[in-house]
C-alpha cells in the first residue's frame, strides 16, 4: 500500500500526519510571541501594555487550538470539545466575576 493510498473509512491518523516543518514554525512563533510579551512587559508602555499583551496572547492561544488541538480538521468531535470547554470557561469567570462584584467592601 502506498503511502497515498487511502480509504475514506481510515482513521485521520492514517494519511494526516502534521509536517515537522510547520509544527516547529508554529512553535517557533509562539515562543516569539512570548518572547515580546515579556519584553513588552520590561517596556512599561503604560495603561497599553495590559490590553496588546491580551491580543498577543489570544493570538498564541489560537495558534496552539488551531494547529496542536487540530481545530483545523474540522472534525465535529473536535470542534464540539473546544467549544463546549469554552462554555464552561465563560460560566466560570461570570460566577467568580459575580462573586467578586456582589461581596461588601469587594469590587474591582
Do not use: C
Not at 494519511?15 to 512553535?27: G, Q, S
Not at 512587559?41 to 494547529?67: C, E, N, S
Request: hydrophobic share 55%; aromatic share 12%.
Amino acid at each position: 500500500m502506498d503511502a497515498h493510498d487511502h480509504k475514506i473509512e481510515d482513521p485521520p491518523t492514517l494519511h494526516d500526519v502534521d509536517n515537522p516543518a510547520k509544527v516547529f514554525t508554529v512553535y517557533l512563533v509562539v515562543l516569539g510571541l512570548a518572547l515580546a510579551n515579556i519584553f513588552l512587559f520590561k517596556a512599561g508602555l503604560g495603561p497599553i501594555t495590559l490590553p496588546v499583551q491580551m491580543g498577543i496572547a489570544t493570538v498564541q492561544a489560537a495558534l496552539v487550538a488551531w494547529y496542536w488541538m487540530h481545530l483545523r480538521r474540522k472534525d465535529t468531535i473536535i470542534t464540539l470539545t473546544a467549544v463546549t470547554s469554552l462554555f464552561f470557561v465563560f460560566i466560570f469567570y461570570v460566577l467568580v466575576l459575580s462573586d467578586v462584584l456582589t461581596r461588601t467592601g469587594g469590587g474591582l
